[in-house]
């Protein structure tokens, strides 16, 4: 967007005389990422925020549909690249969905640990990176070092460390290993540990809450009529967890091992705390889980005919060869019916849901997103209006804004 | 108080076109009607909540009559229901009622469809591209657009070396 097109001066209601005009971002540390807001600025308050997005826009959803639904699973990775597992999992939902597939118990609690996983790194960037931009350092090194566990155990499952393209329609890529299985135990077990370091340099800390404390406060009529969703939501007090009002996964079986966190404040320190809960109760669904994995198959039956086979069963069964080929040759691929499905799951972020139009063949005809970053970045300027410019990475921070997600 | 179905019926005067597959129910909402519906829907039975705006440009797609359609999901927060509804316009100049002053959410999901699809929201308060750059040409995510190949990236203006 050209600056002239922002410029206060074509504004009459605001008096240009006293006013200047800051570029905050796109590259600028506290954006963390490729954003960029152009800020009208009265000494140091906020008269206006006006966000411009778009620099990291690469045409996602215009690729979902020239790629297939698995094809497509690489593509979603890159979307909230700080827990890609759960975008993976949201998007195979809504295809199974579509396609009338019920995977196997096993395949659900495996992709339920590794949505809570992600949710847990997700949460932890967040806080430590909020945080930093408040001059908080050590926190930082604390949460990095529990993500970095996070992405040993999907490295361990998925041999990839941070897009693991893990997810297939029908199933996983393969099935885990005991020695992941292990890693997840010494994870929950040490996990309280390094939380409640974060909460004890956080919590009481007093620059840290006359940072966040009132700043930036969304009301809960203000957050249904923006459509938010997720842990800033409910920091508003909005009760609403599609894990408990849609349960999908494991989650229906595991419902009473854990709670939905909420708050009334609706401030930056709100969604701070809200993330902080959600994380012990992430902890208790794993370990819930963890202890309850189903044996079985991973992947659904070959003969469902829907899922891409293994290679021991490409190259060794009759069956396993022409399932393969079947799903990969351009003129068989996928039997979809003429329909369209909406599938949602609640990843760290808020609603991540996928809707998804198919004409018949293996592509999808349309593969629309509901991407919580950019619906929260609108929210921006609203929580902005009459702060101090100190205060923007504060909500910026809070708001948990990833770039790739927002621009897709 | 009357369910989506009912109110869209007794609303329009005639059953509306419903469509369910896997539990989400689909209805069919003419353009003229639409902003009536949804503002009925938000204040009357309580879906307050837009939880998503998207457009789909359905050119070649079997059976379609109708070019594009903008899909409204609305979720009712006290009991987690779900509606879609969905409404046709074509071109050559496919418009819509802004719905903004129901729900400020809104108003970047109605600037990303004008961006990708070109069509263009009426009362809509700030309607710009948001994804593309203003300087572009053409509308990304309508089927006619090519994917890859010489698309619209000759239209833009090129610098020399003498003139950088």
């Known amino acids: 967007m050209p600056l002239e097109l922002l410029d206060p001066a074509a504004d009459t209601s605001l008096d240009s005389e006293y006013l200047y005009t800051l570029n905050f971002g796109p590259q600028h540390p506290a954006t963390h990422t490729t954003l960029r807001l152009v800020l009208t600025l009265d000494g140091e308050t906020i008269v206006k925020a006006v966000p411009d997005i778009g620099y990291l826009h690469s045409g996602f959803e215009k690729l979902g549909e020239d790629l297939d639904f698995n ?12 827990s890609p597992v759960a975008n993976e999992i949201a998007w195979v939902h809504s295809v199974e969905k579509l396609l009338g597939i019920d995977i196997t118990p096993r395949c659900k609690y495996i992709r339920t640990i590794l949505a809570e996983l992600g949710r847990i790194s997700d949460h932890l960037l967040c806080v430590a990176a909020a945080s930093l931009d408040l001059g908080g350092l050590t926190t930082f090194f604390y949460a990095f070092n529990e993500r970095e566990k996070v992405y040993d155990i999907i490295e361990s499952a998925s041999g990839q460390r941070f897009h693991p393209s893990y997810c297939r329609v029908g199933g996983m890529m ?35 809450i006359e940072r966040t404390k009132g700043v930036g406060v969304l009301t809960r009529e203000e957050a249904i009529n923006r459509s938010v969703s997720g842990p800033v939501a409910r920091a508003s007090g909005l009760l609403r967890d599609l894990r408990k009002d849609e349960p999908y996964l494991a989650y229906g079986e595991l419902q009473s091992s854990f709670k939905v966190v909420a708050s009334k404040g609706g401030d930056c320190l709100s969604r701070y705390l809200v993330r902080m809960g959600e994380m012990a109760e992430s902890i208790k669904i794993i370990a819930a889980a963890v202890e309850n994995i189903p044996g079985g198959a991973m992947n659904i039956d070959v003969n469902e005919k829907t899922n891409i086979p293994s290679k021991q ?19 068989r691929r996928f039997e979809t019916p003429i329909n369209e499905v909406y599938g949602a799951n609640e990843t760290a972020n808020g609603e991540l849901g996928f809707y998804v139009v198919s004409d018949g063949t293996g592509k999808p005809f349309r593969a629309r997103t509901r991407p919580p970053s950019f619906i929260h970045f609108a929210l921006f300027p609203h929580l902005m209006e009459g702060h101090q410019i100190s205060d923007v990475p504060a909500i910026l921070g809070s708001l948990n804004i990833i770039a790739a997600e927002l621009d897709r | 108080m009357p369910t989506a179905v009912e109110y869209c019926s007794s609303l329009l005067g005639s059953p509306v076109p419903i469509s369910e597959f896997k539990g989400n129910i689909r209805l069919v909402i003419p353009a003229e009607k639409i902003y009536a519906v949804l503002s009925g829907l938000k204040s009357s039975v309580g879906y307050d909540m837009l939880c998503d705006l998207a457009g789909i440009d359905y050119l070649n797609y079997p059976e379609a009559t109708d070019r594009y359609a903008v899909l409204y999901s609305l979720t009712n927060t006290s009991t987690g229901e779900r509606v879609f509804l969905k409404t046709f316009v074509n071109d050559p100049e496919p418009e819509l009622p802004s719905v903004v002053a129901l729900w400020e959410g809104a108003n970047w999901m109605e600037r990303e469809v004008f961006d990708m699809f070109g069509i263009t929201f009426t009362g809509h308060p700030d309607l710009r591209r948001i994804l593309m750059p203003d300087a572009f040409v053409g509308h990304p995510l309508r089927k006619d657009y090519p994917l890859r190949g010489y698309g619209e990236r000759h239209n833009f203006p090129t610098l020399t070396r003498a003139e950088s």
């Open chain 1, 313 to 331: 069963e490409t190259y060794r069964t009759i069956e396993g060869l022409i399932q393969h080929f079947e799903l990969f040759m351009w003129n």
């Open chain 1, 71 to 82: 094809q497509y699973v690489t593509v979603v990775d890159r979307m909230n690249y700080i």
């Open chain 1, 174 to 208: 393969n099935d885990i290993t005991p020695d992941v299985v292990q890693k997840i135990r010494d994870f929950v077990r040490d996990f309280g540990k390094a939380q409640a370091d974060i909460a004890r340099l956080l919590n009481k800390n007093k620059i840290f």
